[in-house]
């Protein structure tokens, strides 16, 4: 929607508003709202007749800044926190690691703790990045639990900001420890918020990706006593000898292979006491000549106790994983009815634009999924699986390999020029493998999906996933003098077509699935994207064609939000739950790059959002204006 489109808006609706009655206080307790990762809020002060005149009611500016305007090598990757909020305070991390609790109406600093993280000096992989908090209390204590970028689990007092001095050691836990294996903070740390469930905190970890060495840190998952910190269990995410999976990693590669991670955010149900792992690949991740077999339990999502540590179940989305396709983002706890039978079932957006729907109780899934067989590798050393699973139902919710009826049709010329263009690489189906001469790989690392995840709304049985269209060129080389023989070289782009994409848009959309049944509801482009240049190209106005930039989803009782940075800048958009139709796009100051989350507090909905730019970090607050005295 053009901002003269939202100017109309404003005309046609008479202000000031007059607030619906509401909840003077409602919490959002955990990242995604509630442990099920629904990012769903049952709020309507905000609606369709006056979400356009949203206003930025507060700027939060991040400790941060006066860190990075010292330390120019310290630009953190953009701002990516999601606030929690319990009683009338936020709970929020920054980038470099530092916590911080606000006054959840105004969004001033009630206290400051600096873990220190950023002294350690870059992170692995994403550089300086957290992602939030969780928060546990038992009545009497409060706390606040994060995870740092140098490997430290903190506890800290909610109401003093202020080490609990009863957990680990001086308040934290070092989480290099007790993996097996010697570890360097330079390559191993976390970025997602733990999750806590029955008394337990579970820590996942982010790991250097892409290695030069078959050697690197595991990826196994703890849990640890909320109260002392003490650890209670160990899953081995690549099994031990001896233990159920092991024989998957061939002529012992469990010994050295690295990886299998959990970097993204976690779900859990409390009732049942289960928590849900998306793990991601092993070492490395575009070539496994040196850990060959099926290799579980990479690209897995695992069900395991969350008091003891036992897997329940486990399922596999990817076998012999080549291409870093994570499992990117918690999976989503849907209560659903599927032809008449009530489903406790689980749903999982993958990289490869999958939704995997499983019955969460058992692992059974809801739907068949069914194995098909994918290309072989014939590079040295190699032995790609000779399948992978795939859903029946629901169908990919973005584009899954390269074929002629995937490429650009605007005119007879851009065609000819994009199959000239992808003559040079080698490309085909989904799960094509790498290649020495360089394969283009759609979804490409960055997903359809990544760690945004999706939003499920329980009262309606909708599922709603952002999704971008973006590939990768794989190339292979060979590394001279390194135990690992082959490794990605730069992941590169298709190159000969300017900033023209080789696909038909749109490049990224939203799409909305009712998971009672595994059909679209709608499919819409999210924003406008690149459309003016290509009509500045000569090609006719194809419409909104979807921009690349955007955050996560938020849900409430009639609205879905969307942070957008489209041509006319950066925006809430909020869009119809029910049809995908742009109600109205609400200007911010800032880039959003985190996914937005809503309360109320003194009788007023907030709508908080992360974003910012290289050297300034800011949580910005929308609501509505207040009622006239």
Aim: proline share 8%; with cysteine.
């Amino acid at each position: 929607m053009h901002h003269r489109a939202v100017a109309l808006l404003l005309i046609l609706i008479p202000g000031p508003p007059v607030l619906a009655e509401a909840p003077a206080d409602v919490d959002w307790p955990h990242y995604a709202n509630d442990l099920g990762s629904s990012k769903y809020a049952p709020l309507d002060q905000i609606d369709s007749s006056n979400v356009a005149q949203l206003e930025n009611v507060w700027i939060w500016r991040s400790p941060d800044d006066a860190i990075m305007a010292n330390k120019h090598q310290m630009g953190a990757l953009g701002y990516k926190n999601t606030p929690i909020k319990i009683g009338d305070v936020l709970y929020v991390s920054t980038s470099l690691g530092q916590v911080a609790a606000l006054h959840a109406d105004t969004g001033e600093s009630i206290w400051v703790f600096d873990t220190g993280a950023w002294k350690t000096g870059r992170p692995t992989n994403l550089g300086f990045n957290t992602r939030g908090v969780a928060y546990w209390s038992d009545g009497k204590r409060r706390r606040v639990l994060m995870a740092t970028n140098d490997a430290y689990l903190w506890s800290i007092d909610a109401a003093t900001g202020k080490p609990d001095q009863a957990f680990g050691k001086d308040g934290r836990i070092d989480l290099t420890k007790g993996l097996g294996r010697r570890v360097s903070r330079k390559v191993y740390g976390v970025m997602s918020a733990p999750v806590i469930v029955r008394g337990v905190v579970v820590v996942g970890a982010s790991i250097m990706d892409r290695p030069r060495d078959k050697e690197s840190p595991p990826g196994h998952v703890r849990g640890f006593d909320v109260v002392t910190g003490e650890r209670r269990w160990i899953f081995h995410s690549i099994p031990h000898k001896g233990e159920f999976g092991v024989e998957t990693w061939e002529d012992e590669s469990w010994k050295y292979s690295g990886n299998t991670n959990v970097w993204t955010l976690m779900s859990a149900d409390p009732v049942l006491g289960y928590v849900y792992l998306p793990f991601g690949t092993p070492t490395n991740d575009y070539y496994g000549g040196h850990r060959l077999g099926d290799n579980l339990f990479a690209e897995s999502l695992v069900c395991l106790d969350a008091e003891t540590g036992k897997r329940v179940w486990h399922f596999q989305a990817v076998r012999h994983g080549l291409w870093d396709y994570d499992l990117p983002a918690a999976p989503t706890l849907v209560d659903i009815n599927v032809d008449g039978k009530a489903i406790k079932a689980v749903a999982q957006v993958s990289k490869q634009a999958f939704v995997y729907v499983l019955d969460r109780v058992t692992g059974k899934p809801v739907w068949p999924i069914e194995d098909r067989k994918v290309p072989a590798s014939d590079v040295p050393g190699e032995r790609a699986s000779t399948t992978q699973p795939f859903p029946t139902r629901p169908a990919p919710f973005d584009v899954q390999g390269v074929t002629d009826e995937s490429l650009i049709d605007f005119t007879p010329e851009l065609r000819k020029k994009a199959v000239e263009v992808l003559s040079v690489y080698r490309y085909g189906p989904l799960f094509t493998p790498p290649s020495l001469e360089g394969t283009i790989q759609l979804p490409g690392q960055a997903g359809a999906a990544n760690w945004r995840g999706a939003a499920f709304d329980p009262e309606t049985s909708l599922f709603y996933i952002p999704s971008i269209t973006s590939h990768n060129v794989v190339k292979l080389i060979k590394r001279e003098g390194s135990k690992m023989r082959y490794d990605v070289g730069r992941l590169g782009q298709v190159r000969g077509l300017g900033r023209l994409p080789f696909t038909k848009p749109p490049y990224s959309r939203i799409s909305a699935i009712d998971l009672s049944t595994g059909e679209y509801r709608w499919v819409k482009p999210n924003g406008e994207g690149m459309r003016n240049e290509l009509i500045e190209l000569g090609i006719p106005d194809p419409g909104p064609v979807g921009a690349r930039r955007t955050t996560g989803p938020l849900l409430t009782k009639s609205l879905l939000f969307v942070g957008l940075t489209d041509v006319s800048g950066p925006m809430m958009r909020a869009l119809d739950k029910a049809t995908g139709a742009t109600v109205a796009e609400i200007a911010l100051p800032y880039n959003p790059s985190g996914t937005p989350m809503t309360y109320m507090a003194n009788g007023r909905q907030y709508i908080v959002v992360a974003g910012g730019t290289f050297k300034e970090s800011r949580l910005m607050a929308l609501a509505l204006p207040a009622p006239a005295e």
